[in-house]
């Protein structure tokens, strides 16, 4: 399979640039990143789901992708959903195939999909994170079938970011971020410096790091290990009011097709035109419709809103993700003001660099598990090894 | 007694069959009213213009294909929401059947006898043959199961449309009979409104008979001899609690929405 | 706006066309049709405002509420059985009973996932029936000649000749404009219907704003109720809804789901009711022309905007 020069947009957002990939017969390849590096697009594309704005694609066939959500048919029988692919036998096989899918495990579930997957005979075949929901035998279950195929001569493209396993079964470890391939192999802590963009701690200066004051807590670590249940305990427990600012931007943040003003109101009584001001949100006027702005000033307004409420308590999700320059830093400033004011403020995010420019504390998620709260000179050394799983 | 609330529930019977297969691949059709109003009027054309009631009823087809067109142009090709689409369908459906009954009322379209089946062979084809066949078709074929999935998740399938269409294409059939069989055996022609809720009540029993074509013949029987009583009790001039009586199919089809007689389960990618 | 002037145009030359194909002349079909008596307009729309509102109301929040048959024969019930304690009891008895009628479906939904739609809908067929059991049976008129009523002990006062059900209605299409607009209630339960989970994450009680959007909506409806039969029919009887649940879908599209639009969309469609009226009685086309426009309003608008829905 080869790939020259992918690129692919939506709207503003860069979601592949300018990639190219070339992989060959028998190879397990490890496709490494964050969330919204461009390892789902980059694949959906070689998959033909998508059409790149720009590049070629020379892809073997059949192709089998196994979706990380899946699309089964949670009504019919694993007979019957093999049957609708027109998969016939398999190597690989569930007991019992009269039963009703609803009635399966997770992890049969996603034994089900590869059997799809696989049914066909592919050429290459892509799993998206297919480990997210296996248990350990499972998932080593799943890395036999991976080597006996590939030693077949199927190309197989795990996407993941559970390190240490792909780490057990890639023969090829591709690192991306920001819609690039950034680096290629290496160990483990070297991985996650890479996906996770950090190339040295940064060292801060402690002016506002005085014990006792109010903190900034950065919960640091790669997507998927149980940050959204973590921020939504934390907005449930927290006292007093409370401010969040979501994940996902687009189904929980701003409503789009309500302007600025309304989205604004449904929280805060501080007129429009004032946040505008102060947050200096590029606009042609408080009656502009949400939808309309870039993703940077949409950012803005949803933190003019939680924050012009005088929170005791902020719970920032990835909150500068896809921002620019500038509009990381103002959100920073922002963060740090509420904080100075008495604000207990906790930022999750998986991007390190912010960690260290921020928190005053740090704590690793990892499987839904927090590390000891570090200093910003412990978390420099431990961080990514902690963020590895080692 | 119980021959003729059979009888007089055929059509009933047809849509509910047809609507069951619609619903099963995902759409809510709420036009079925439409379709065999529309029915209705075509077959009484086409029966009068060839003096014969088989043309008659293919004459009912294309007058339900017609409106089944239009609703599926609408809520599958545009993704329009299926129930705004149903229910302009069924108000179309009234004013234009009504406007053209208006006008030709005096011709002698409307006028003249209709000209009947000599074998009523659309009763038995209803309660027996089609069930059998359809069963068949949606539960041990190929074609069938991708149907079935549509309605349960349409992502898993590819060329959802063609199913989608290929129901609707079936229920337009079945309610275009339906609409023949009323004008045409049931009535002595057209008259307006004559389909008189019936769609409506379709969609109940489509519900009661949990999407499945057992449920639909026992369910329509059962509604068809509850009428029938209403109408004897009527004749007996009891005639104060059959109002009720013909409440209960409404009350028993809410009961049963909420999982109360049993777990029900809709399509689950219905009106998606 | 343009949608709707093109949807009405479009409605109004189909049915001209119509007319032509069976040799009535256009023009005298369209005067007809649009020149009918302002009074008899204003009493039609009157009922066709607030079922409308009802259909707005309820899309807005997300939730279909096609039970305004349903909620305004509950009102006119209840109007009936509350009119010995006076006029503005009986009003009141109007709006709750139709909130009340909404509120169950809305209750279904919430505690056992049954879809609104269909509930909504089983509600009217089940409402027509018990009004068919009252009108035949505990509320039938003293000679018990008619399925029908005794006349209503009370009545809406007359302003000139209609009835002061217009002010009211009135009103209420004002106040819901206000509420939806300008208070942050009224913003919430919009956000609720473009949005839920956005709106959930903003603090918005949803699941509250639903509740409440349907029993606004049930609660106009039924007020259409009482004012129909206390300040037109007088009395109750089998066919009293006659289509006004199902119209305010044309009304609520027509205006696009705004308050102040439905008033002029209803009295265009009032107008058409009673232009329709006469139309059947002096050149003997059907009246269901009116449905006839009804519906192509609603597929034009539908053409327009896919997501016309909030």
Redesign the interface.
């Known amino acids: 399979m080869r790939l020259a020069n992918i690129s692919k947009s939506f709207g503003a957002t860069r979601a592949v640039d300018d990639v190219s990939l070339e992989l060959h017969a028998g190879e397990i390849v490890g496709l490494v990143g964050e969330n919204g590096a461009g390892k789902t697009t980059l694949m959906r594309i070689v998959a033909g789901e998508l059409e790149p704005d720009r590049g070629t694609v020379l892809a073997p066939a059949p192709i089998g992708f196994v979706h990380q959500h899946f ?6 029988t694993i007979a ?2 093999l ?2 692919v027109g998969a016939t036998a398999s190597e690989i096989e569930l007991p019992d195939e009269s039963r009703l899918v609803a009635d399966l495990s997770i992890g049969e579930k996603a034994k089900l999909e590869l059997m799809k997957a696989i049914s066909r005979k592919p050429s290459l075949l892509i799993l998206d994170e297919p480990t997210s929901v296996l248990t350990p035998a499972e998932a080593a279950e799943l890395f036999a079938v991976m080597r006996r195929l590939a030693a077949n001569g199927t190309i197989v493209v795990f996407i993941s970011h559970k390190i240490p396993e792909v780490l057990e079964v890639a023969t090829r470890v591709v690192v991306m971020r920001g819609g690039k391939i950034v680096a290629e192999g290496g160990t483990a802590e070297e991985i996650v410096r890479e996906a996770s963009g950090v190339r040295r701690p940064r060292r801060r200066s402690d002016s506002a790091g005085m014990a006792g004051a109010p903190r900034i807590t950065a919960i640091v670590g790669v997507a998927g290990n149980g940050q959204a249940e973590l921020a939504a305990k934390l907005r449930r427990e927290a006292k007093g009011v409370v401010a969040a600012i979501p994940e996902d931007r687009t189904r929980d943040g701003l409503i789009a097709e309500m302007t600025i003003a309304e989205n604004l109101a449904l929280r805060t009584s501080v007129p429009a035109e004032q946040l505008i001001a102060n947050y200096n949100i590029k606009a042609s006027g408080p009656n502009q419709k949400a939808g309309s702005l870039s993703g940077g000033n949409q950012q803005k307004v949803l933190l003019a809103r939680e924050l012009s409420i005088n929170p005791n308590v902020i719970v920032a999700s990835e909150p500068t993700r896809g921002l620019d320059a500038e509009a990381t830093r103002f959100v920073h400033d922002r963060l740090r003001d509420a904080a100075a004011r008495g604000a207990e403020v906790y930022l999750i995010t998986s991007d390190l660099d912010e960690a260290f420019t921020l928190g005053d504390t740090i704590q690793v998620i990892y499987r839904g598990r927090l590390s000891q709260p570090l200093s910003p000179e412990e978390a420099a050394e431990q961080a990514p090894r902690l963020m590895a799983g080692l | 007694m119980i021959l003729l609330a059979i009888t007089a529930a055929t059509p009933l019977l047809l849509a509910v069959l047809g609507e069951t297969i619609v619903q099963r691949s995902g759409i ?1 059709n709420l036009g079925i009213e439409a379709m065999m109003l529309t029915a209705a009027m075509t077959a009484v054309l086409f029966a009068q213009g060839s003096h014969s009631a088989a043309i008659g009823v293919l004459g009912g087809i294309a007058g339900a294909a017609a409106a089944g067109a239009l609703f599926g142009f ?1 809520a599958i090709e ?4 299926q ?3 149903g ?6 459906a ?10 030709m009322e005096q011709s002698a379209v409307f006028v003249r006898a209709v000209p009947r089946l000599r074998v009523d062979v659309i009763v038995p084809l209803a309660w027996i043959v089609l069930p059998i066949a359809l069963a068949l078709v949606l539960w041990r074929t ?1 074609f069938g ?2 149907l ?2 549509c309605g ?2 349409p ?3 590819e060329r959802v449309r063609l199913y989608r269409w290929s129901a609707l294409g079936i229920e337009s059939v079945l309610t275009g009979i339906a609409g023949a069989h009323l004008a045409l055996m049931l009535s002595s022609g057209f008259a ?1 409104n004559m389909v008189a ?1 019936r769609g ?2 379709a ?2 029993i489509v ?1 009661f008979g949990r999407w499945k074509f057992k449920g639909a013949i026992l369910g329509t029987a059962l509604f068809g001899i509850a009428a029938a009583a209403q109408y004897a009790l009527q004749a007996m001039n009891r ?3 059959f ?2 009586l ?2 209960l199919p ?2 028993a ?2 009961l049963i ?4 007689a049993g777990r029900v ?4 990618a219905l ?1 998606r | 706006m343009t949608r709707a002037i093109v949807a009405v145009a479009a409605a109004l030359a189909l049915v001209a066309l ?1 007319g032509w194909l ?1 040799g009535h002349s256009p023009i005298d079909l369209l005067t007809i049709l649009l020149g009918g008596s302002l009074d008899e307009t204003i009493l039609k729309a009157i009922p066709l405002l607030l079922t409308g509102l009802t259909i707005a109301v309820a899309f807005r929040a997300g939730v ?1 509420n ?1 039970g305004g048959e349903g909620q305004f024969i509950a009102g006119a019930l209840a109007a009936f059985v509350a009119a010995r304690f006076g006029l503005a009891a009986a009003l009141a008895a109007s709006v709750i009973a139709g909130a009340a009628w909404a509120s169950i479906a809305s209750l ?1 939904r919430w ?2 996932n ?2 609104e ?3 909504t ?3 009217n ?2 409402a027509i ?2 009004l ?2 009252c009108v ?2 505990p509320l039938q008129e003293s000679s018990a000649r008619y399925p029908q009523t005794d006349a209503v002990s009370i009545a809406l006062p007359q302003i000139g000749d209609v009835h002061a059900g217009v002010v009211l209605a009135a009103a209420v299409a004002v106040v819901a404009w206000w509420l939806l607009y300008h208070t942050r209630e009224g913003l919430r339960l919009r956000a609720t219907g473009f949005n839920p989970a956005a709106a959930k994450f903003a603090g918005v009680n949803v699941e509250a704003q639903i509740f409440r959007a349907m029993a606004v909506s049930g609660g106009c409806a039924g007020l259409a109720g009482g004012i129909e039969l206390l300040g037109v029919t007088h009395r109750l009887f089998e066919r009293f809804a006659a289509g006004y649940g ?1 119209s305010g ?2 009304v609520a ?1 027509l205006a696009q789901l705004h308050p102040l639009g439905t008033v002029v969309s209803a009295f265009f469609f009032g107008a058409l009711a009673t232009g329709a009226g006469e139309l ?1 009685r002096s050149a ?13 309003v ?2 034009t608008m ?2 327009f905007g ?4 909030a």
């Not at chain 2, 545009?78 to 929401?81: I, K, M, R």
């Not at chain 2, 229910?87 to 179309?92: E, F």
């Open positions: 699309v089964l048919v949670n009504a019919f019957e959903n049957a609708l | 809510i609408f545009l993704h329009a929401d129930i705004v689409t229910v302009a369908a069924n108000l179309l009234l004013g234009a059947t009504g406007f053209v009954y208006r006008e190929m199961l991708r079935r999935a349960e998740n992502e898993a399938v307006e809720g409506f009540i969609l109940s519900i005639g104060i609690e109002h009720l013909l409440a409404y009350v089809t809410l929405l909420c999982g109360i389960r809709a399509p689950e009106g | 119509a069976f279909w096609i279904l505690w056992r049954a879809p739609v269909l509930t809908i089983l509600l067929f089940i029936n018990v068919g059991w035949n049976g199902y879908i044309a599209l059947q003997n086309i059907s009246a269901t022309v009116a449905t006839l426009i009804q519906a192509v609603i597929f539908i053409l896919r997501r016309e829905r």
